[in-house]
């Protein structure tokens, strides 16, 4: 078998399986309810603030 053929197939592997990857990451997305979405939307702003409010009385 030629090189280029070896190489064709791994990157149509490749290309399967980064597919894969992105339809479980849509579908586990899709399992949240909007106040799902919205409360941890809640909490990272709550954290990011946190977090800001530490470096802001480090420096």
Do not use: C, F, N
Not at 26 to 31: L, S, T
């Amino acid at each position: 078998m030629r090189w280029w053929k070896v190489v064709g197939l791994a990157g149509l592997a490749g290309v399967a399986a980064s597919g894969v990857v992105v339809a479980r990451a849509e579908r586990k997305r899709r399992q949240y309810t909007p106040d799902e979405i919205r409360d941890r939307l809640h909490q990272r702003v709550a954290e990011a603030a946190d977090e800001s409010d530490d470096i802001s009385i480090a420096e």
